[in-house]
């Protein structure tokens, strides 16, 4: 845990998906939260997307990272600072976009949540 999944738009030209999941990885394990190992991301770009409605050049990231409940705020918090901080250097500028930069934690339920790990 975590599991972090990266949405983009696709006209995002200055992020490179690879870069993103690598910053946002370290930016788990600066938080302390958490064991190298465990840390799991994923990128996605969003073909169709719409943001606002005025015909204007603009673009997204949004971080989601589900985590088992039972974290502190505080926890969360600085944990969403972190990537935001981490995802904000990461990513280079493009001439006449608006870039939205987001981070979201989520709460799975740690009774239910299941797992196993296969080593070969």
Do not use: W
Request: charged residues 25%; glycine residues 6%.
């Amino acid at each position: 845990m975590p599991h972090m999944t990266i949405e983009f738009s696709d006209n995002l030209g200055c992020a490179d998906p690879a870069t993103l999941l690598a910053a946002v990885n370290n930016a788990a394990l600066k938080s302390g939260l958490f064991e190298e190992a465990d840390i799991k991301s994923r990128a996605y770009a969003a073909s169709h997307f719409l943001i606002g409605v005025e015909d204007s050049l603009r673009a997204f990231i949004h971080v989601r990272i589900s985590l088992l409940s039972g974290r502190l705020a505080e926890e969360r918090r600085n944990l969403s600072e972190l990537v935001l901080s981490a995802l904000d250097d990461a990513v280079g500028t493009q001439s006449g976009t608006e870039l939205q930069l987001n981070v979201e934690t989520l709460e799975i339920d740690r009774q239910s949540y299941t797992k196993v790990v296969r080593r070969g």
